[in-house]
């Protein structure tokens, strides 16, 4: 009686189940390998896209040695007539200050038309 307790029914043997075991494993290692080398491609081919788009891009943005000219003339041109305003502004604050200011101690003084005479 006790025989018949311990031994449950099989429906494969013990040598079948391992071999199929065994089998399922190696397909699954097989499939992981080549999940993992079309993931890699993929990836390699997404970058390889990204980087030689980059650089498509600035090859066809970058500007002739003419526009590079002109932009040079057009930003000389900008510093050039902020320095020359600035100028005009200080020589304009100095006429102002050299006609309120004494001639012998060289003070200011109060314009008239500020103290309201």
């Known amino acids: 009686m006790m025989d018949v307790v311990q031994s ?3 429906l494969i043997e ?3 189940k391992n ?4 089998t399922l ?5 097989t499939r992981v390998k080549y999940y993992n080398i079309i993931f890699n491609l993929c ?3 997404g970058f390889i896209l990204v980087v030689g788009g980059t650089l498509y891009y600035l ?3 970058k500007k002739t040695p ?6 040079l003339m057009r930003d000389q041109e900008y510093v050039l007539s902020k320095i020359r305003y600035y100028q005009e502004q200080k020589q304009m604050i100095n006429e102002k200050a050299s006609s309120y200011s004494s001639m ?8 008239p038309n500020v103290l309201g005479i």
């Open 66 to 71: 003419y526009e590079n000219y002109n932009k």
């Open 8 to 10: 449950s029914p099989k």
């Open 104 to 111: 012998i101690t060289d003070l200011p003084v109060i314009a």
């Open 25 to 29: 494993q190696k397909v699954h290692h």
């Open 43 to 45: 990836v390699f081919v």
């Open 59 to 61: 090859h066809k943005t």
């Open 14 to 16: 013990d040598t079948a």
């Open 19 to 22: 071999y199929l075991y065994a």
